[in-house]
């Protein structure tokens, strides 16, 4: 009958209850507060990773591009070394005039792989800080649930643990139950 008699005398002073159930609902409020700001967090990373992912699509446009404005520079160079050989006399189908040619098609092949490869290299390098965000989105919606969950927990056990402390009520000592 003792035990129970300290759970009721425990309950029944309401300036102890009171205070005890306010240090709960702060325990509560501050779980849930930090899983919000978790939640903010999340949020934020999920903004950064689709970010990424527009600016790995933009560095492929830009490859594109600047192939395009590549080949278009390309072309005309060409054109022009042609022209410049026929007006010297000289016939550009053959002998050093053709290598010439040849080399200036090979850079410009070059060219254009490396602009490929730098906007895929880019693109690579965005898609992967990308997925770093969703990691990082994913362990702050963990932390959100785990830290709204503790505080629901430890509120709980604050409620448990003064219902089953000795009752101030029978002169019991300190710490002992």
């Given amino acids: 009958m003792g035990f129970m008699k300290d759970v009721a005398d425990n309950f029944s002073n309401p300036y102890a209850t009171g205070g005890m159930l306010m240090d ?24 950064n990773a689709s970010l990424a992912r527009l600016q790995a ?6 490859g594109k591009r600047q192939v395009a404005t590549y080949a278009r520079a390309f072309d005309q160079g060409y054109g022009e ?23 200036y ?9 490396s602009l490929r490869n730098n906007a895929s290299k880019e693109a690579f390098g965005l898609n992967q800080e990308a997925d770093q965000y969703d990691l990082e989105a994913e362990q702050a919606k963990i932390k959100q649930r785990l830290a709204a969950g503790s505080g629901l927990l430890t509120g709980g056990m604050k409620f448990i643990n003064f219902g089953l402390r000795p009752s101030d ?9």
């Fill in 57 to 62: 699509q933009d560095a492929v446009e830009r």
């Fill in 81 to 103: 070394k042609y022209a410049s050989a026929v007006g010297a006399g000289v016939d550009p189908t053959v002998g050093s005039a053709l290598a010439g040619l040849e080399d």
């Fill in 169 to 177: 009520n029978n002169n019991a000592v300190p710490g002992k139950y």
């Fill in 24 to 47: 709960v609902s702060k325990t509560v409020q501050q779980g849930m507060l930090q899983g919000a700001s978790y939640g903010t967090q999340a949020s934020a990373y999920s903004t």
């Fill in 105 to 113: 098609q090979h850079g410009g092949a070059l060219d254009v792989v």
